[in-house]
T-cell receptor, first 112, second 114 residues
């Protein structure tokens, strides 16, 4: 158990819908990272938050947004979903930029 | 982001040592070398990291070349549970524009034979 909790584990939704994925980082970790893993793309960095502030952005679509709340949990919002958004979404947390990161078990999103 | 180069795949026999290489010729002075692995249907798992000196932990050893342009992850006795994709990643310790994000490449698929 990495200590990073992601909910839900599985999500099936229709095209055009909006979903919210939730991540609770390890206790004390200020940084939260979101990644997308699809079969043909590998692990793609989406966005990073540090203590509530956005710090780095990767290949995140405009239809996607995220935030980190004062209690340090984070949510990734995906809207106007397309079939191609079907993927595993992972959240990771770390204490600082140089230390190890711990990943959750992921949310498997299926868009039908 | 500084890039790493790893072989696409490697094979090993159970209970034998495995040496997984990684080249990172453009590494900067503030980059830590991180290794993660991902088992099927699971999130990536931290294995080990280091800066300049060789590192050991309960999972593996990390050997870093003197010029830091390459490193080797050593699994001392491979087990079937070590079959996974292994990622070698450079992580900027000072943040900069990357703020410590982990940029994953394709990694090395390790197959362990009984």
């Amino acid at each position: 158990d990495s200590g990073v909790t992601q909910t839900p584990k599985h999500l099936i939704t229709a095209t055009g819908q909006r979903v919210t994925l939730r991540c609770s980082p390890r206790s004390g970790d200020l940084s939260v990272y979101w990644y997308q893993q699809s079969l043909d793309q590998g692990l793609q960095f989406l966005i990073q938050y540090y203590n509530g502030e956005e710090r780095a952005k990767g290949n995140i679509l405009e239809r996607f947004s995220a935030q980190q709340f004062p209690d340090l949990h984070s949510e990734l919002n995906l809207s106007s979903l397309e079939l191609g958004d079907s993927a595993l979404y992972f959240c990771a947390s770390s204490v600082a930029t140089a230390t190890e990161a711990f990943f959750g078990q992921g949310t498997r999103l299926t868009v039908v | 982001d500084a890039k790493t180069t790893q072989p696409n795949s490697m094979e090993s026999n159970e209970e034998e040592p495995v040496h997984l290489p990684c080249n990172h010729s453009t590494i900067s002075g503030t980059d830590y070398i991180h290794w993660y692995r991902q088992l099927p249907s699971q999130g990536p798992e931290y294995v080990i990291h280091g800066l300049t000196s060789n590192v050991n932990n309960r999972m593996a050893s990390l050997a870093i070349a003197e010029d830091r342009k390459s490193s080797t992850l050593i699994l001392h006795r491979a087990t079937l549970r070590d079959a996974a994709v292994y990622y070698c990643i450079l992580r900027d310790s000072e943040g900069g524009t990357s703020y410590g994000k982990l940029t994953f490449g394709q990694g090395t698929i390790l197959t362990v034979h009984p």
